[in-house]
Structure formats: structure tokens, C-alpha cells
């Protein structure tokens, strides 16, 4: 079969997310349009004779740092060589953008392909979501904390959140975090010391909850306004991060918590030093 690949155009989401979802993971079309918004060519596409998409995956540049992620063959094209072809074309497209080191997050079946690249291990990640049928246990103590206090996050905040945010997640992701407060500006939480400073934050996301970063005095506060804040229909809220922090477990644990499914990290080339403790949620997609 004769196979060619491209870059994505910007009305491509269906298609891009029809090929993602023969994987399962659950992956929403809009977390499809987030990345084609912050990049309209972000994906490559792997097409048939007839134009069919037979395989995607999308290489995103944030301010230093690079992430693959969505790397989906369908699944009666697998084992020839695209899911190869189109992650070879991915690490090109973000090494030419000068972004350094790239990062991954892979399922059991795609680290090998990676480790051949040269990515190396940089952490477990699991995922912890309210078993069904079952209502979470939010302890009241969590969010009375003498020194901070819970607010909604407002348009002016986001410079703030981003600075903060880098110095925890190791680049700057301020136009994502911005896209995901205004997706859904209802699910936007501060956390603030008495002095005014910054402790923590959690934003709505594509998978119910989106990036949640947060000092340890502030988890326990924005963990419980997490746990019950309305999601407007969205997915169930669930809790992905790096086993790295123990804090974030033990919260999930005593709210009744599960782990679900867990991913590893995946890192080529060095440079940044995220707080890995201090990421309560991530997307294994955009980290
Ligand atoms: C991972 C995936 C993208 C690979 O695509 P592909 O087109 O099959 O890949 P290739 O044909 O280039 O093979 C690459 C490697 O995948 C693995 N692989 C391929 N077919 C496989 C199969 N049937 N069973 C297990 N592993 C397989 C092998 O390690 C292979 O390397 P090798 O050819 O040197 O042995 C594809 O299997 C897929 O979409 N899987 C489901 C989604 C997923 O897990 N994506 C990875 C997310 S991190």
C-alpha cells in the first residue's frame, strides 16, 4: 500500500479524532481541537491511496520543551511501519522548532517503539478515578487551612498562574492554561496565602479536570473544591500524575479513590526540571 504523510489543517478534528478513538483511551475531540488550535499543523497524518487516515500524532512546541502524544494506528494498519514513519516525521517537525528535551508519556505498547528513539524513563504515572457507584469521601479538614483561601480565577490571574506554573512544570505553558481557563472559565481555582501569594491553582480540562498545580499547603484546599465542583456534563473528574507525588496518592486514597491506569514519562535530550510533586494533574497528552 502506497502511504502518505502530512501535516494537519485546522478543520481536521474529526478526522484526526476518529483515528485516536479506534485506541479507546477516551480521548475527547475537543482535546483534538486544543492542540490543532495551538497548532494548526501540530499533527501528521498518515494516508492512504484514497485519503483515508490511517494513522496520526501530534508534536506540540510549548515555550522550550516539546510533547508527542496521540500516536494512533488504526488498528488493521498496524505492524507495517507507519506507526514508525509518523513518529520519526514528529520528532523531526519539533527538533527543527529547536524545542528541547521532548517529552512523552507512553502506554506498554509504545515504549519500546520509543526507547529505540533514544527516550529514556522519567517517571511512573497513574490515574485515580471514582469507582462507579461510588460517592467520593471529601474530607471537610482539607479545605479549612488557617493561611489559605479559594478563589475563582479570574482573566487578570493568568499571567500569574503561568509564571507560577513554569517554575513547577519546568517551561512555559501560559497559552495552553489560558485556552483551557477560557474553555471553561466556571472550573477556574485559585489558592492564596494570606500575603497575597500564589500557592496553587486547578483549571477545568477536556477530561473533566485539566492542569492542577499546587505547593503542599495549598493541595488539600484545591483538592476538595476539585473533588465537588460542578463539571457541566463534562467526563468524570479523575487525577493523573507522577507517582512521584506521594501527597497527591494519599489524597486520592482517602477520597475514596482508585488507580485506574498508569502510563510512563518518556524524556529524549535534558534541561528541565519539573517539581513533579507539585503536579496533582496532568494530561498525558500535553503533560
Ligand atoms: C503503537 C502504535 C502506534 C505502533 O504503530 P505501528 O504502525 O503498528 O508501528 P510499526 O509497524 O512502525 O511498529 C513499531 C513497533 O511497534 C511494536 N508493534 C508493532 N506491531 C505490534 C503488534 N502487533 N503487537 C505488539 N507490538 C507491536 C513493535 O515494537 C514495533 O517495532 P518493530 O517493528 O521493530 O518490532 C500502534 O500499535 C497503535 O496505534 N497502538 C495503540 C495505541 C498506542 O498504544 N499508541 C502508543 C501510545 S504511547
Same mark, same amino acid.
Given at each position: 500500500?502506497?502511504?502518505?504523510? =502530512? ?9 484526526? %479524532? ?5 485506541? =479507546? ?28 487516515? *490511517?494513522?496520526?500524532?501530534? &508534536?506540540? +512546541? ?7 502524544? %496521540? ?7 498496524? +505492524? ?34 520509543? @526507547?529505540?528513539? +533514544?527516550?529514556?524513563?522519567?517517571? &511512573? ?18 479545605? =479549612? %487551612? ?27 505553558? &501560559? ?58 456534563? =463534562? ?6 500524575? *507522577? ?11 482517602? @477520597? +475514596? ?31
Amino acid at each position: 500500500m502506497n502511504i502518505t504523510t =502530512r501535516l494537519s489543517r485546522p478543520d481536521e478534528s474529526a478526522t484526526i %479524532h476518529e483515528v485516536i478513538d479506534t485506541a =479507546r483511551w477516551g480521548i475527547t475531540r475537543e482535546c483534538v481541537e486544543l492542540v490543532l488550535t495551538l497548532d494548526p499543523q501540530g499533527y501528521v497524518l498518515g494516508l492512504d491511496e484514497t485519503g483515508r487516515a *490511517l494513522g496520526v500524532g501530534f &508534536g506540540l +512546541g510549548l515555550g522550550q520543551t516539546a510533547w508527542l502524544g %496521540h500516536l494512533v494506528v488504526r488498528p488493521e494498519a498496524r +505492524g507495517q511501519g507507519l506507526g514508525t514513519r509518523l513518529f520519526t516525521e514528529l520528532l523531526e517537525k519539533v527538533k527543527q522548532a529547536g524545542r528541547w528535551p521532548i517529552y512523552l508519556t507512553a502506554t506498554e505498547m509504545g515504549a519500546p517503539l520509543y @526507547a529505540k528513539f +533514544g527516550f529514556v524513563l522519567d517517571g &511512573g504515572l497513574t490515574r485515580w478515578e471514582i469507582p462507579e457507584n461510588s460517592q467520593v469521601k471529601v474530607d471537610e479538614s482539607w479545605s =479549612r %487551612h488557617p493561611d489559605i483561601q479559594v478563589l475563582k480565577i479570574k482573566e487578570e490571574d493568568l499571567p500569574e498562574i503561568a509564571e507560577f506554573d513554569a517554575l513547577r512544570f519546568g517551561d512555559n505553558r &501560559g497559552e495552553l492554561l489560558a485556552l483551557f481557563y477560557r474553555l471553561y472559565p466556571e472550573n477556574g481555582r485559585l489558592a492564596r496565602r494570606s500575603d497575597g501569594q500564589l500557592a496553587g491553582y486547578v483549571l477545568g480540562g477536556t477530561l473533566g479536570l485539566g492542569p492542577f498545580v499546587a505547593d503542599a499547603d495549598a493541595a488539600g484546599p484545591l483538592f476538595a473544591e476539585a473533588l465537588t465542583m460542578p463539571l457541566e456534563g =463534562r467526563p468524570p473528574r479523575s487525577f493523573t500524575f *507522577l507517582d512521584a507525588n506521594t501527597q497527591a496518592a494519599e489524597l486520592c486514597q482517602r @477520597a +475514596g479513590l482508585v488507580s485506574t491506569r498508569t502510563w510512563v514519562r518518556m524524556r529524549l535530550g535534558e534541561g528541565c526540571q519539573p517539581k513533579d510533586e507539585t503536579i496533582f494533574n496532568m494530561s498525558v497528552a500535553h503533560g
